[in-house]
């Protein structure tokens, strides 16, 4: 019978039960690292993970392994090359938290134009009751331009959020044709017309070997209206001493990180958590009751669309 794997332990197993129950054998064992995934999967078909470690070693270590399939958009933990190498396949999960990202991106956005957490910091901890307390101009979101670096789903459900302010919306992607920005009232620009022009500028690349610190001292340079900088997409895509910088240096005026390089950070000893005009939170954007229990379904679902043979039902990043 078809040996399923959950190796994270942030799927509820009985969900996976219920979906493959007559497809699939299911074992919920959480193996956080590759030497657990092969100590515990040897005989696998299939991999259900979110951030666990699958590279060579465990394709190598798991003969029978076909599928993975992550409950996540991203698949930066995966070796998509040798997993393309060895004829495994890769599944993600591109729709699940569309709208709970966009929304966490908006927050982060109004959080920081609006100065919330430095006027609740002044009422509550220094018994400050005035307007003016707040170093800083604040400005009407209408005047503001908005640039999006990245135009994949989350980000233009962003621009649709966004518009609803009056902003002007730039995008950068060099994948996306400009009829789509089109669609969405959203015009498409050069990276330096977008860092040269934005007044906010929110983060939405995928995290791979052409984006691994693609934001580093020289883009954060060219941010010519020492912009809010708002990352909801994948903490690797940010040289955090570049940004560390970009905030000294007035080149960036305030930050929303809702992902920072590793997903274990050392916060007794980060920088971020440190700054006033930095809002954190714990790779939290993803997460509703609603996207949870999405996200685990379709995992589940896709084992079973490839048991059953339709691929064609598949978000597969390897095919």
């Given at each position: 019978m078809f040996?399923?794997?959950i190796?994270t332990?942030d799927m509820?197993?009985?969900i996976?039960?219920y ?14 690292t ?16 979110l ?9 190598d ?23 393309r ?13 569309i709208?709970?990202?966009?929304d ?5 956005i ?9 006027y609740?910091?002044a ?8 307007y003016?307390?707040?170093k ?12 999006l ?10 621009a649709?959020r ?43 690349m ?7 610190n693609?934001f ?8 010519k ?6 990352n909801?997409?994948?903490?690797g895509v ?18 929303g990180l809702?992902?920072?390089s590793t997903?274990?950070?050392?916060l ?5 958590v ?15 009751v609603e ?24 978000p597969?990043?390897?095919?």
């Amino acid at each position: 019978m078809f040996k399923t794997y959950i190796v994270t332990d942030d799927m509820d197993p009985k969900i996976a039960e219920y979906v493959l129950g007559d497809y699939s054998q299911v074992t919920f064992i959480p193996s956080p690292t590759e030497e657990d995934i092969i100590k515990n999967c040897k005989d696998a078909d299939a991999l259900i993970s979110l951030y666990e470690p699958i590279g060579a070693k465990v394709m190598d270590n798991l003969p029978d392994l076909k599928l993975i399939s992550l409950l996540s958009i991203g698949f930066d933990t995966i070796d998509i090359d040798y997993a393309r190498k060895k004829n495994i396949y890769v599944s993600n999960n591109p729709n699940y938290c569309i709208e709970e990202v966009a929304d966490h991106t908006v927050a982060f956005i109004l959080a920081l134009n609006r100065r919330l957490f430095e006027y609740n910091r002044a009422v509550k901890e220094e018994k400050i009751w005035q307007y003016h307390n707040i170093k800083g101009n604040i400005h009407r979101l209408s005047k503001q331009t908005l640039g999006l670096a990245g135009f994949g789903k989350i980000a233009q459900n962003v621009a649709k959020r966004m518009k609803a302010f009056g902003c002007e919306i730039l995008a950068y992607d060099p994948y996306i044709d400009k009829e789509v920005g089109e669609r969405y009232g959203v015009r498409m620009v050069s990276l330096d017309e977008l860092l040269e022009n934005s007044h906010i500028i929110s983060l939405h690349m995928p995290l791979n070997d052409s984006t691994k610190n693609f934001f580093n001292r020289d883009i954060f340079a060219k941010m010519k209206k020492s912009p809010i900088f708002i990352n909801c997409a994948r903490g690797g895509v940010v040289d955090e001493e570049a940004l560390l910088e970009a905030l000294d240096k007035g080149w960036v005026s305030a930050a929303g990180l809702d992902v920072l390089s590793t997903e274990e950070p050392d916060l007794e000893n980060c920088e971020f958590v440190k700054r006033d005009n930095v809002i954190l939170t714990p790779h939290a954007a993803f997460y509703s009751v609603e996207s949870n229990e999405e996200a685990q379904i379709l995992a589940a679902k896709h084992v079973e669309y490839f048991i059953k043979g339709q691929l064609e039902k598949i978000p597969l990043i390897v095919k």
